[in-house]
């Protein structure tokens, strides 16, 4: 079964830095670009002031099969939508705009 909320930016943020673990799927799709992967680290970090969302993913690919490093308040204006996976459920924040 697979939820969908809407929600805005700052709202999906804080949704990924409450409910997503280690390991959890996650599907991001931003401004033209899609990268699905396992995450291996989500950490709230602040620095001279600013805050920051940072994921550690590693990418699902037949071709590319990599790790990367996405900040998601540094890219919150282009979110389109993030699928956040687990093995109970699916769920889909459909971002708005403010």
Do not use: C, W
Not at 19 to 25: A, L, R
Not at 55 to 80: A, F, S, W
């Amino acid at each position: 079964m697979e939820k969908e909320i809407n929600l805005n930016a700052e709202a999906a943020i804080e949704y990924v830095k409450s409910n997503v673990k280690n390991y959890d799927v996650l599907e991001i799709s931003y401004n033209r670009v899609f990268v699905p992967g396992e995450v291996l680290d989500v950490s709230a970090v602040e620095t001279n002031g600013i805050k920051s969302l940072r994921l550690l993913i590693k990418m699902n690919g037949k071709t590319i099969k990599q790790t990367v490093e996405m900040d998601l308040v540094e890219m919150k204006d282009d979110l389109v939508e993030i699928r956040h996976i687990t093995d109970e459920e699916s769920t889909v924040l459909v971002i708005e705009e403010d």
